[in-house]
Nanobody
């Protein structure tokens, strides 16, 4: 099982980006999916999560600007980011709870991270 992220890049303040993270491998089911970020010199922080039923949760700092969604058929989670600010600059990581084929246990997986840089 691996998580592959895409969509990061450089954008001006006020711009938009869409991140994608697809889980691949022998996956039976995906549970909660989410995005976290880590800025230089700071701890990793939660950005947004979404349950298998579509219930979402956002950090206060991104509420109203970011939207998390998922496509269960593709084992993919998305993060639509709008009205980006320089303080959104960070490495963004996807995080997924999933059960792989042959396992009865749900494990937590992290993506490799994708850089988002917002210039002022």
């Amino acid at each position: 099982v691996q998580l592959v992220e895409s969509g990061g890049g450089l954008v001006q303040a006020g711009g938009s980006l869409r991140l994608s993270c697809q889980a691949s491998g022998s996956i039976v089911s995906t549970n909660a999916m989410g995005w976290y970020r880590q800025a230089p010199g700071k701890q990793r922080e939660l950005v947004a999560t979404i349950t298998s039923g579509g219930v979402t949760n956002y950090a206060v700092s991104v509420k109203g600007r970011f939207t998390i969604s998922r496509d269960n058929a593709k084992n993919t989670v998305y993060l639509q980011m709008t009205s980006l600010k320089p303080e959104d600059t960070a490495v963004y990581y996807c995080n997924v709870d999933l059960r792989a084929l042959g396992s009865i246990i749900v494990y937590n997986y992290w993506g490799q991270g994708t850089q988002v840089t917002v210039s002022s």
